[in-house]
């Protein structure tokens, strides 16, 4: 690995570079029938921090949609995401971080039944994928 590398904490693999990601879930739902499981924000790099994640439940297991806004095109409301991965390698960070930060926020919660409240943007980032 060269400087630059070493500097930036970078994890090196054939196909390219992934970033330090970290993962904090900021709002845990409580509903188990409920599609949208939890809200979380990542941080990159530990400079820079996206929020707005959704851990979603879909037909095939668990996801994370990206954060998004809405705008109507003839009439139909649509969504477009604000900030997403643009490498497949990134995108598995992602996944990897906001998921393995849910499992862990879903089991602190079954035994301590924390208010969600207590998951705030500002505690401390837990699941790390370097």
Known sequence: MNQL???NNQQQTPNGFVPKVKANVTWLNKDPESNL???CSLKIEDSFVVSGL???SGNKGLFVAMPSESYEKNGKKEYRDTAYPTTNLMRTA???ACIGAYQQAVG???V???DSSDLSE???FGQTIA
């Open 122 to 124: 500002d505690s401390e």
């Open 108 to 110: 602190q919660n079954n």
């Open 37 to 39: 499981k939890a809200f």
């Open 112 to 114: 301590a039944e924390q």
């Open 94 to 96: 992602v996944h990897e």
């Open 54 to 56: 959704k851990v979603m």
């Open 5 to 7: 590398q070493n500097q």
